[in-house]
């Protein structure tokens, strides 16, 4: 059975924890904070240790370790890990930077292990059959895309001390919206130019970045786009959209999470009888991504059983990470 390690033991962690008991065997956990290891620890009957270091040491036996630590420590550990021989599940964002995403990939490449990150929005069933009919060439050429991300995360979210920072948490493109960019980039392909313009309205003296942004997007292939985001929407998370253009139709994905197809209307072609999406993560005061990390697990599981498949999603994430990057670099700042 396929032994897992999950280094930090948070909000997301409980999701990967629950996850590999069912699928795969948890060998132990780790996080600084040492009642929260010895918590995860009793819960899911295994050992805990306080940094990563021990961990990789003393347990020899584990084959993957999920990165689910703040986003500023996602390439130490990610790379400490296989530098030891263990493939790595790191959450979301890669690495905050495209340097560190790619310092990241040639660790694996050295290791000769692999490197997975979380794109569960993917597998929504809407995203799912959007790729589809574009790969298909049902909406002929893309015209232009606009992604809205209106959530909200207030002040009482921000009290956990990494969040909010530049150095670990990097970001409200990084943090909340990657999911989206990568979902929008895989959809519609490489960016060529961006230019955006950010301010902070509500969160002064709470985040050291922006809490609001406006982008403009050309991708290589000629299609223009936005993105429209904030963490300002009042009171609650609103919507996570992507509407699409194209010279055969005209899709929209809404609900807050890229969860619910909108809108529709392609020539000559209808998308019928879509799966129900699942839920979105519930973290207890505020809502995330839709939890589709079983199916993370199930991709994931497939790929380490099947010793010819050397493929995996970590170039895919090093663009996203590269836009985001890309982004905050020209933005003018209000
Ligand atoms: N895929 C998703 O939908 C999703 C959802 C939520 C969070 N995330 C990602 O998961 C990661 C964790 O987010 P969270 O919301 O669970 O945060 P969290 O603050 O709830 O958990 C992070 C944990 O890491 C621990 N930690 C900090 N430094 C550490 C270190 N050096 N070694 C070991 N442990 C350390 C903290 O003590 C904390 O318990 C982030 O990268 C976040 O972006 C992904």
Redesign the pocket.
Known sequence: MIQFAV???????KKHTELIQKKAFLAAV????ED?ANDFAYRYNTKSYY??DDLLKKENDIDVVVV????G??AEHSIKSLEHGKHVLC???MALGAKQSRRMISAAERAGKKLFV?K?NRFNPPVVEVKKIIEKGKLGKIYSVQLNCFWNRNHEYYQ?P?KGTLDLDGGVLY?QFSHFIDVLIWMIGDVKETKSVMTNFAHKGVIEFEDTGIVLLEFANGALGTINYTINSFENNMEGSITIFGEKGTVKIGGEYLNKLEYQNIQNYHIDNLPTASEA?DYAGYK??MSNHDKVYDYILDNLKDSSNTSTNAEESLRTVELIEQIYKGAIRL
């Open positions: 280094v930090g033991c948070g909000n997301i962690a780790c996080d600084v904070v929260r940094n990563i689910a630590s703040p986003n420590f996602h959450e979301k964002p979380v569960q956990n990494w943090t993560n995330g991504s």
